[in-house]
């Protein structure tokens, strides 16, 4: 069995920071990729930054330059930091990890985290 536990998130003036935090436990031979999707107000969920196991990664455009993803291999762990938050990225952001457990891979999502930008 497999559990994927988010943490952080909460409510940022425009211009601040936020740390979003993921961690993989359970019953995992591998970990490949990594990431962070949101889904915002009558939007679809789109991937926001993502990480490989071999050490690349990927951001949308509205974010290059503003979020940083980074994981740690060693506690199955991913972050994203994400600084001059805009009152666009207000969404719930999910933590999606592609997991081998035993014989089988798939996808695990974290339980969701609101992040609101506003003043």
């Known amino acids: 069995q497999v559990q994927v536990v988010q943490s952080g998130g909460g409510l940022v003036q425009p211009g601040g920071s936020l740390t979003l935090s993921c961690t993989a436990s359970?019953?995992?031979?591998?970990?490949?990729?990594m990431g962070w999707y949101r889904q915002g107000p009558g939007k679809e969920r789109e991937l926001v930054a993502g990480a490989g196991s071999d050490d690349t990664t990927k951001y949308d455009d509205s974010v290059k330059g503003r979020f940083t993803i980074s994981r740690d291999n060693a506690k199955n762990s991913v972050t994203l930091q994400m600084n001059s938050l805009k009152p666009e990225d207000t969404a719930v952001y999910y933590c999606?990890?592609?997991?081998?457990?035993?014989?089988?891979?798939?996808?695990?999502w974290g339980q969701g985290a609101q992040v609101t930008v506003s003043s």
């Open positions: 999606n990890v592609d997991i081998l457990s035993g014989v089988h891979r798939r996808d695990y």
């Open positions: 359970g019953n995992i031979f591998k970990i490949y990729g």
